[in-house]
């Protein structure tokens, strides 16, 4: 191994080390609590050098935030492997997206709630993002001709359940009969 080899792999490791700090951080305490200067305690670094990788806070919630899609997009696509029609492809697409959001809050809060540079629908947009949509659209798009609005609306309603929930502010216990609305919805 060259030593440009190493010193980016050793980057790569810095940059990793330090977005599974914010990660961790957020879980436990919220995006309150992730500075720069409790990354830096947290992973034995100087603030200049974490500012070497990131150019702010925002930067770290951005990377964060794209991981983030990227594990969605998985998420989603392994959830529809297992469904037996359209109807139940999109009734298990809807269900790991929301298990998503339940079970990583502070993930799902940079992808879609802080500040981020990162944008979707456009010839820029980030690879994870790109795949995330397709994930849903892949599905979506056997029950519509205008695909690409018919995921948006999807995604949308499937973002605002999510949020909801995550807020408690709709009714426990209704998930599934939310779930059935918006794919009869879909498949209307």
Request: charged share 30%; net charge positive.
């Amino acid at each position: 191994m060259s030593v440009e080899e190493r010193k980016r792999r050793e980057r790569a490791e810095r940059e990793s080390a330090i977005v599974a700090a914010a990660r961790a951080l957020a879980e436990a305490d919220g995006w309150n609590a992730v500075t720069i200067r409790r990354l830096a305690e947290k992973i034995e670094y100087s603030q200049p050098v974490l500012y070497s990788h990131f150019e702010n806070r925002d930067a770290i919630v951005a990377a964060v935030a794209l991981e983030g899609f990227g594990e969605l997009a998985l998420a989603l696509r392994k959830a529809v492997k297992r469904a037996r029609d359209h109807q139940d492809a999109l009734t298990c697409l809807a269900g790991a997206y929301l298990a998503f959001a339940r079970k990583r809050p502070a993930v799902y809060e940079a992808m879609f709630a802080m500040p981020t540079d990162l944008r979707f629908a456009q010839a820029e947009s980030k690879p994870e993002l790109k795949e995330a949509f397709a994930a849903l659209k892949d599905v979506v798009a056997q029950s519509t001709a205008d695909a690409e609005a018919a995921t948006e609306t999807f995604w949308a309603s499937l973002h605002g359940l999510a949020d909801l929930e995550r807020t408690g502010r709709i009714r426990q216990g209704a998930r599934e009969k939310r779930v059935a609305l918006v794919v009869n919805g879909m498949l209307a």
